[in-house]
């Protein structure tokens, strides 16, 4: 079973960047995929980014293409999302979530994800 612990989150001004840190007890190739989601006050859960454990191959959504890069370090057990460029509508809880091992879903729709982690706050505000 994975527990899922992220970090990195804060009050940064627009343009700035932060890097989100997870760390993924309990990981194995079995997962075979890992997501950023995030939430913001009165809207719907959203998918973020999320990166295949297995050859890396990732996928992004369309409010951060560009801006956001997540990665994977196996060895550490550590998920990444690097947020550059950011803007006001960036602030929300963000999570990091897996499905149960051996599953496929469908990368940036919350179903189908079990694990999650406890969430970290990331506000852009002046």
């Known amino acids: 079973q994975l527990q899922l612990v992220e970090s990195g989150g804060g009050l940064v001004q627009p343009g700035g960047s932060l890097r989100l840190s997870c760390v993924v007890s309990?990981?194995?190739?079995?997962?075979?995929?890992i997501a950023w989601f995030r939430q913001a006050p009165g809207k719907e859960r959203e998918g973020v980014a999320c990166?295949?454990?297995?050859?890396?191959?990732?996928a992004y959504g369309d409010s951060v293409q560009g801006r956001f890069t997540i990665s994977m370090d196996n060895a550490k057990n550590t998920l990444y999302l690097q947020m550059n460029s950011l803007k006001p509508e960036d602030t929300a809880v963000y999570y990091c979530?897996?499905?149960?091992?051996?599953?496929?879903?469908?990368?940036?729709?919350?179903?189908?994800?079990?694990?999650w982690g406890q969430g970290t706050q990331v506000t852009v505000s002046s």
């Open positions: 309990g990981f194995n190739l079995n997962y075979y995929v």
């Open positions: 979530a897996a499905p149960p091992p051996l599953t496929v879903v469908p990368g940036l729709s919350p179903r189908g994800y079990e694990y």
């Open positions: 990166i295949m454990t297995s050859g890396g191959n990732t």
